[in-house]
């Protein structure tokens, strides 16, 4: 293969790895919730490309850190400097549990799906088996290839465009513009769409030895968040333009109704195969990676040694799977059980809005204290950029403490106090 | 001694542990691999070339680039890793060195390092 050549499909796959996490059913969720806040296609569109903006702001700062700690352990190191080691190993593991939790939400929605596409068994149980086949898979090892992957997540990225356009096209209601625009709904929904981007940061702590962390993740990153922005605008606006807003508001599966209302119910069943493709793309992105810092903070013995045990037969961390597994279990059983998707769909992007301000911190105190020579991708005007974006965030974590019920706050305060307490006892 | 000679005599005698330890054996019987470990400070590494568990050969690397796995580090922490004195993990969490591979052949170094000195 030329030279030329390989390096442009390293860089696609960079782009894909970025955005295969992120790309995940549990959007549709938070689609919802956006449109019970703005109300108005206007306001909607307006929340989404704010989300897009900031995440890519956010992007610019993930990659400033992984161009100075190429190979590490994501969060936890790019905290460490500015913010202290029992900090920066509480806010990276809470992370990893907000991951869990949207990984939780996702086997909810994935359920959900299976069960329209296949009735005879409930949603829960669906959920349960999901699961726990890709706790089987990942604890046997097998991994899809990463052109497999890549070919799943622009499939997925490429339908979910189609759809929206189709919905569009196809004769429907006229576009209601009612209502002006309310900033401060506007801004909240916005906090509630970095949801859409949950997890893109995920390949800075890839080891692939194909990735070039220098100058090719910092530069795919923001293309991939920008491409999935786009694809994210493009399905939340045909959701909203198709499915009345009562529907929407009590349905674990937006998307599917989009098919429903598009035609009929094959686009129905081909929206939500689509949805599954989502689903076990999204998982299969994400949980080998999350179980190996698991499995690390065992080794070192932050977390408990049992959890850096490995399958001597498949070298896998089996311990760190089943407690991801349960963590998962658990969170998925509390959604089905309360039927309310809001509690964990708003924790995840309260933390994630405080993360995003955490590390753009950290990118702002790097930026100033190492020399130019030793940041391999230096973002211009990265001084005023990343403190700017700190503060948005930190803005848009003030906006959804103030609008979202107590108990998503509180599920943040004590998870984090608690972890920082554990971690002050136990980071050497 | 030179930190280079030092390095090498390092990386020859965790070689030996490795084909000898028989649990190390046991757990690696089924992996296959080329490992570079490479000191960034004096630009030198090891590509270890490994059949079913066994190192078949050690050579010095042309580059930090031709190899399954990397792991990269200043040579002092390489030589204290594949000494037994630091843990991989605790290596990778703190950002030390740099790791490169597929997830599961990372494991695998560590597990090996593991079964050596725990």
Same mark, same amino acid.
Do not use: C
């Given at each position: 293969?030329?030279?030329? !050549?390989?390096?442009?499909?390293?860089?696609?796959?960079? @782009? #894909?790895?970025?955005?295969?996490?992120?790309?995940?059913?549990?959007?549709? !969720?938070?689609?919802?919730?956006?449109?019970?806040?703005?109300?108005?296609?206007?306001? *909607?569109?307006?929340?989404? /490309?704010?989300?897009?903006?900031?995440?890519?702001?956010?992007?610019?700062?993930?990659?400033?850190?992984? &161009?100075?700690?190429?190979? #590490?352990?994501?969060?936890?190191?790019? *905290?460490?400097?500015?913010?202290?080691?029992?900090?920066?190993?509480?806010?990276?593991?809470?992370?990893?549990?907000?991951?869990?939790?949207?990984?939780?939400?996702?086997?909810?929605? %994935?359920?959900? @799906?299976?069960?329209?596409?296949?009735?005879?068994?409930?949603?829960?149980?669906?959920?349960?088996?999901?699961?726990?086949?890709?706790?089987?898979?990942?604890?046997?090892?097998?991994?899809?290839?990463?052109?497999?992957?890549?070919?799943?997540?622009?499939?997925?990225?490429?339908?979910?465009?189609?759809?929206?356009?189709?919905?569009?096209?196809?004769?429907?209601?006229?576009?209601?513009?009612?209502?002006?625009?309310?900033?401060?709904?506007?801004?909240?929904?916005?906090?509630?769409?970095?949801?859409?981007?949950?997890?893109?940061?995920?390949?800075? +702590?890839?080891?692939?030895?194909?990735?070039?962390?220098?100058?090719?993740?910092?530069?795919?990153?923001?293309?991939?968040?920008?491409?999935?922005?786009?694809?994210?605008?493009?399905?939340?606006? #045909?959701?909203?333009?198709?499915?009345?807003?009562?529907?929407?508001?009590?349905?674990?599966?937006?998307?599917?109704?989009?098919?429903?209302?598009?035609?009929?119910?094959?686009?129905?069943?081909?929206?939500?195969?689509?949805?599954?493709?989502?689903?076990?793309?999204?998982?299969?992105?994400?949980?080998?990676?999350?179980?190996?810092?698991?499995?690390?903070?065992?080794?070192?013995?932050?977390?408990?040694?049992? %959890?850096?045990?490995?399958? &001597?037969?498949?070298?896998?961390?089996?311990?760190?799977?089943?407690?991801?597994?349960?963590?998962?279990?658990?969170?998925?059983?509390?959604?089905?059980? +309360?039927?309310?998707?809001?509690?964990?769909? *708003?924790?995840?992007?309260?933390?994630? &809005?405080?993360?995003? #301000?955490?590390?753009?911190?950290?990118?702002?105190?790097?930026?100033?204290? /190492?020399?130019?020579?030793?940041?391999?991708?230096?973002?211009?005007?990265?001084?005023?950029?990343?403190?700017?974006?700190?503060?948005?965030?930190?803005?848009?974590?003030?906006? %959804?403490?103030?609008?979202?019920?107590?108990?998503?706050?509180?599920?943040?305060?004590?998870?984090?106090?608690?972890?920082?307490?554990?971690?002050?006892?136990?980071?050497? | 001694?030179?930190?280079?000679?030092?390095?090498?005599?390092?990386?020859?005698?965790?070689?030996?542990?490795?084909?000898?330890?028989?649990? $190390?054996?046991?757990?690696?019987?089924?992996?296959?691999?080329? $490992?570079?470990?490479?000191?960034?400070?004096?630009?030198?590494?090891?590509?270890?070339?490994?059949?079913?568990?066994? $190192?078949?050969?050690?050579?010095?690397?042309?580059?930090?680039?031709?190899?399954?796995?990397?792991?990269?580090?200043?040579?002092?922490?390489?030589?204290?890793?594949?000494?037994?004195?630091?843990?991989?993990?605790?290596?990778?969490?703190?950002?030390?060195?740099?790791?490169?591979?597929?997830?599961?052949?990372?494991?695998?170094?560590?597990?090996?390092?593991?079964?050596?000195?725990?």
């Amino acid at each position: 293969m030329a030279p030329n !050549l390989k390096r442009s499909l390293k860089f696609t796959r960079l @782009v #894909a790895v970025t955005m295969g996490t992120p790309l995940a059913s549990s959007v549709f !969720l938070s689609i919802i919730i956006m449109e019970l806040i703005t109300r108005n296609i206007q306001s *909607l569109i307006l929340a989404v /490309i704010i989300a897009t903006v900031l995440a890519t702001l956010a992007s610019l700062a993930y990659g400033e850190l992984v &161009s100075i700690y190429p190979s #590490a352990a994501g969060n936890r190191i790019f *905290l460490k400097k500015p913010m202290g080691n029992v900090t920066a190993v509480t806010l990276s593991f809470m992370w990893t549990m907000i991951i869990l939790g949207a990984a939780g939400v996702e086997a909810y929605v %994935l359920g959900n @799906v299976l069960h329209f596409l296949i009735p005879f068994l409930p949603a829960i149980i669906w959920s349960f088996l999901a699961l726990t086949v890709i706790l089987a898979v990942n604890m046997l090892g097998v991994e899809l290839s990463g052109n497999f992957q890549m070919g799943v997540t622009f499939f997925v990225a490429i339908s979910l465009v189609a759809v929206s356009i189709v919905a569009w096209i196809t004769p429907h209601p006229p576009v209601q513009f009612s209502g002006g625009i309310n900033f401060v709904n506007v801004f909240t929904a916005a906090a509630v769409g970095v949801y859409f981007f949950l997890g893109f940061g995920r390949v800075t +702590t890839l080891g692939e030895e194909a990735i070039d962390y220098k100058k090719g993740i910092p530069r795919a990153m923001p293309i991939a968040i920008i491409s999935l922005g786009s694809v994210f605008l493009f399905i939340t606006s #045909a959701i909203f333009i198709r499915v009345p807003l009562s529907l929407v508001a009590n349905s674990p599966t937006p998307q599917i109704l989009l098919g429903n209302y598009i035609l009929n119910r094959d686009t129905a069943v081909v929206v939500a195969i689509i949805s599954a493709v989502m689903s076990f793309g999204t998982f299969n992105a994400g949980i080998l990676g999350t179980s190996r810092l698991i499995y690390a903070l065992g080794r070192e013995g932050t977390l408990p040694s049992f %959890l850096g045990n490995i399958n &001597s037969k498949y070298f896998t961390p089996t311990y760190s799977l089943i407690l991801i597994y349960a963590i998962a279990l658990a969170v998925t059983v509390f959604v089905f059980l +309360t039927r309310s998707f809001t509690v964990p769909v *708003l924790v995840a992007a309260l933390f994630d &809005s405080f993360m995003y #301000a955490f590390v753009s911190y950290s990118a702002f105190w790097h930026h100033r204290k /190492i020399s130019r020579g030793d940041i391999p991708f230096r973002v211009k005007g990265g001084t005023p950029l990343f403190i700017a974006t700190s503060a948005v965030f930190i803005l848009l974590a003030v906006l %959804l403490i103030a609008t979202s019920a107590p108990v998503v706050s509180l599920i943040v305060l004590i998870g984090t106090v608690l972890s920082g307490i554990y971690f002050h006892f136990k980071v050497k | 001694m030179e930190t280079g000679e030092e390095f090498r005599e390092t990386i020859e005698r965790f070689v030996g542990e490795v084909n000898t330890n028989e649990r $190390v054996q046991k757990l690696i019987r089924k992996w296959s691999s080329v $490992v570079n470990i490479w000191g960034r400070d004096i630009g030198e590494g090891y590509i270890l070339e490994v059949q079913n568990g066994k $190192v078949l050969s050690v050579r010095k690397a042309a580059s930090k680039d031709d190899a399954v796995v990397k792991v990269i580090g200043d040579t002092a922490t390489l030589i204290r890793m594949f000494n037994g004195k630091e843990k991989i993990a605790h290596l990778y969490l703190d950002g030390v060195i740099e790791t490169y591979g597929s997830e599961r052949d990372q494991i695998v170094l560590d597990a090996i390092a593991r079964l050596l000195w725990s």
